[in-house]
């Protein structure tokens, strides 16, 4: 199947900094890439769908100023978590995909801010 | 606006057992269903995808069905081990973009 690789795997910040997430779909061209967290035992939740050459769409309750998302190309897409807050500290997982098939998924970036 | 349901939230089986997960969605308008597997700590792995006029999906020892009308979807495991230990997740998107609404998940635990 097609892979997906998220950089970096964990990451550990102090709060009021920003971090950068890199999702790249390494072996096909996704035209839309998807934003997951996912807390403590609990499911994934959709962040924000971001297709190349446009602005990000959100869902409801997400901070688009906070959650700064960049589609430049084909096989990569950014998620920025600016001004990071504890409450921030989640499992965050990007996955991509052709129009009509499946997501293929990252192995996930846990972000931890003290 | 569509809900995804997961049950039981936690499954603990002897090795050999065959096995049903179960999960329910509000809305039967959907374009199709996937069956994913999550290990501690990391990604998603795509076990099984239905599209809205599939009834079931198979794959090695695992059979996915669908029924639509009733909001409902299993995944039966057959002959279960200790390596099918995770987290399996039910997903189900309404359209063709690909927007994905996630269960809670039932994590399970095949004991050797």
């Known amino acids: 199947g097609a892979v997906v690789s998220q950089h970096p795997s964990w990451v550990i910040c102090k709060s009021g900094t920003s971090v950068k997430i890199e999702c790249r779909s390494l072996d096909f061209q996704a035209t839309t890439m998807f934003w997951y967290r996912q807390f403590p035992k609990q499911s994934l939740m959709l962040m924000a769908t971001?297709?190349?050459?446009?602005?990000?769409?959100?869902e409801q309750g997400v901070e688009k100023d906070k959650f700064l998302i960049n589609h430049a190309s084909l096989t990569l897409s950014t998620l920025t978590v600016t001004s990071a807050h504890p409450e921030d500290s989640s499992f965050y997982i990007c996955s991509a995909s052709l129009p009509g098939e499946t997501q293929y998924f990252g192995p996930g970036t846990r972000l931890l801010v003290l | 606006k569509q809900e995804v349901t997961q049950i039981p939230a936690a499954l603990s089986v002897p090795e050999g057992e065959n096995l049903v997960l179960n999960c329910s969605f509000t809305?039967?308008?959907?374009?199709?269903l996937q069956w994913f597997r999550q290990d501690p700590g990391k990604g998603l792995t795509s076990l099984l995808l239905?599209?809205?006029?599939?009834r079931e999906q198979t794959s090695g020892r695992l059979n996915a069905s669908l029924d639509k009308s009733s909001g409902r979807s299993t995944l039966y495991i057959a002959a279960s081990q200790p390596g099918d230990s995770a987290t399996y997740l039910c997903?189900?998107?309404?359209?063709?973009?690909?927007?994905?609404?996630f269960g809670q998940g039932t994590t399970l635990q095949v004991k050797p």
């Open positions: 809305d039967s308008a959907i374009y199709n």
């Open positions: 997903a189900v998107s309404s359209g063709n973009t690909g927007k994905l609404i």
């Open positions: 971001s297709n190349e050459g446009s602005k990000a769409t959100y």
């Open positions: 239905i599209q809205s006029s599939q």
